[in-house]
């Protein structure tokens, strides 16, 4: 028997046990997972891709080494923090290995920066992107309309910010409002606060919904974390994106969030842009009347003046009567020797016309006189051509006669007959007319046809 290869057995005196690859990898992922339950980990993330199925993937990284992490989907709407690349953050999760490629990661279940330095350094950065796009520009800022009809409000619809602007409204001068519900805080609250001012900016001007004339964007104050959802980008390009006035009010009076750069006012509070919205309404109306008597007593002034101005002219003027009689009559005298004119003018045309009417011929006459020449010129005419025909007619019957005398057909009314043959040619030799040929013979009065014989 064939002895088995040297590499099949194991090595004299060896009591290693034998894995397949498959093995090696599930000791080395159960070694891991046990040793490593819960792991927090802290580094920069680096390479961050967010698959088509909603999975993130990317590394922490700190000076000296490198992790691979995922955190998948479901658990990556929870996190409260949108990932992206160089941002330092904490993550906290499970340690486990890909066996397919021989490597470890981090399986990621929350995630939080890693401290106050990186969240400003965060903002900071994202601030000088979006100013850097022209979204912060003082030129392309809208004025706020001085009397708004219609008033949109983005806030949460339960907090103390609505009632103290609803308040303020009340106080200073009620109008139509319309309050978009959003959360302002947590994970959601980005989209849904971009969201409504991309919808108030939709409505049609005319539809069943009032379009606003003005958005204030407004939340109560709050740690930096807080108000992290108006540092987001969604939410600052949709501020700059807006057609309708918008004014921030988010946080204190100390709090700066980017949407505050973006808007085209910045309110310290709540209150305060309920306040920019709106002006007082006794205010107005103590200026309108104001104003109203201003008016009255400059109308009155003005009127007054205008009165004496009037009746000084009026007595240098004297009688208006006496001033328009000596024109009166030179009218009358004007319109006197105009008649005439008018008179002398037409009977100087009418005997120009006469004049020119005696000159004239009766068209009868006219016509008669061409009818007479027309028959003139035809009796010539004919004269003419009976001139011009009768030596041409006389030549023409002589060359007829000539032309009759010489036709070999004149000869048949002698007795003579023409012999044709089958082409009707002449046959003028016997030799023409062979045995059986048939022939034509023409005589004065017809012809028949025969059969040459000898």
């Given amino acids: 028997m064939p002895t088995a290869p040297l590499f099949d057995q194991p090595p004299p005196g060896s009591n290693l046990p034998e894995f397949t690859v498959t093995e090696i990898s599930r000791l080395v992922k159960k070694t891991m997972e046990e040793s490593f339950g819960l792991v927090r980990v802290r580094g920069e993330i680096s390479g961050l891709k967010v698959a088509p199925s909603g999975h993130i993937y990317f590394d922490l990284k700190d000076q000296d080494a490198t992790l691979a992490s995922i955190c998948w989907r479901g658990q990556a709407s929870k996190l409260g923090l949108k990932l992206e690349n160089g941002m330092e953050v ?5 340690l486990t290995t890909y066996p397919a490629r021989s490597n470890y990661q981090l399986i990621i279940e929350q995630a939080v920066l890693a401290g106050m330095g990186a969240l400003l350094k965060l903002l900071e950065e994202r601030k000088k992107k979006l100013a850097a796009e022209g979204l912060f520009d003082v030129a392309r800022k809208q004025p706020l309309p001085f009397l708004p009809d ?16 609803l308040h303020r409204f009340a106080e200073r001068f009620p109008r139509h409002v319309l309050v978009w519900p959003v959360l302002v805080q947590g994970p959601d609250a980005a989209a849904q606060v971009a969201a409504a001012i991309e919808g108030f900016n939709a409505l049609p001007l005319k539809g069943e919904i009032p379009r606003p004339d003005i958005i204030i964007v407004a939340r109560g104050g709050g740690s930096v974390e807080d108000l992290m959802p108006f540092n987001e980008e ?9 057609k309708i006035p918008l004014i921030s009010a988010v946080g204190h009076e100390t709090d700066t969030t980017l949407i505050d750069y973006a808007a085209d006012v910045r309110a310290p509070t709540p ?18 009347m104001s104003n109203g008597r201003r008016l009255w007593d400059n109308a ?25 009689e000596p024109l009166s009559q030179r009218l009358d005298e004007k319109d ?18 006469a004049e020119a009417a005696g000159k004239l011929r009766h068209p009868r006459d006219v016509v008669a006189l061409a009818v007479q020449r027309l028959e003139h010129l035809d009796h010539r005419m004919q004269g003419g051509m009976r001139e011009y025909l009768a030596p041409r007619q006389n030549r023409l019957e002589r060359l007829a006669a000539g032309l009759a005398h010489l ?15 089958e082409t009707g040619r002449v046959v003028m030799r016997q030799d023409e007319a062979k045995r059986g040929a048939h022939v034509r013979i023409e005589f004065q009065d017809g012809a028949r046809k025969a059969v040459m014989e000898d």
């Avoid at 919205?277 to 309108?288: G, K, S």
Wanted: positive net charge; proline residues 4%; aromatic residues 2%.
């Fill in 90 to 94: 904490i993550c906290t999760g499970k």
């Fill in 150 to 165: 219609v008033i949109g409000i983005v806030t949460s619809p339960t907090g103390a910010v609505i009632r103290d602007i």
């Fill in 234 to 242: 969604i939410v600052v390009r949709a501020a700059a994106a807006s």
């Fill in 271 to 288: 209150s305060a842009a309920a306040e920019m919205a709106v002006p007082v309404r006794e205010d107005l109306l103590a200026t309108v």
């Fill in 300 to 324: 009155r002034r003005l009127i007054d003046e205008r009165r004496e101005k009037l009746a000084l002219l009026s007595r240098a003027l004297g009688e208006p009567a006496r001033a328009i």
């Fill in 336 to 353: 006197e020797r105009l008649s005439r004119a008018i008179g002398t003018y037409i009977e100087r045309r009418e005997g120009r016309l």
């Fill in 407 to 421: 036709s070999p057909k004149a000869v048949l009314s002698r007795g003579y007959a023409l012999v044709h043959d």
